[in-house]
């Protein structure tokens, strides 16, 4: 018969110090992460955003974090659009819409074209916009 080579004892403590350690992570690592925030979130951020031109087809909005904020961009055949995505009447995230070519709150119906312009709703506002443009094969959002 073969001899053991880790008794039960040192196989259980293993397994107890593996589920706390685990356990301590789990419990403190949002604690940190909440206490120590990564550097781009808050009111800075990027100030240029690249995006591959094959990653966003014609009619296709992405939506993506830019400068602090949530913006979404549209492109177009020959055109590109950059928006803020925060709702001007109580901050809901727009959606856009394709078949209607339009951005649209689902949270109380408003309604902004590509240029941020209020078509409908309780928005009292235009959304903010970015500059964004196609430059050789990419789409830039921001000062480049
Ligand atoms: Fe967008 Fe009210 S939050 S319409």
Known sequence: MKKK?????I???????????GFAVAVFYPVVRFLWPPRD???????TIFI?????GVGDAKMLRFQGTAIVV???ENSVYALSAVCTHLGCIVKWE?????LFCPCHAAIFDLNGNVLGGPAPRPLPTFQAKI???RI???DA
């Open 5 to 9: 080579l880790i008794s039960r004892r």
């Open 41 to 47: 979130a808050g009111s800075g951020g990027s100030q």
């Open 52 to 56: 591959p031109l094959n990653e966003l």
């Open 98 to 102: 394709r078949e209607n070519n339009r």
């Open 135 to 137: 430059v050789g094969g």
């Open 11 to 21: 196989l259980l403590n293993s397994s107890l110090f593996v589920m706390l350690f």
């Open 74 to 76: 549209v492109r177009k």
């Open 140 to 142: 830039v959002v921001g």
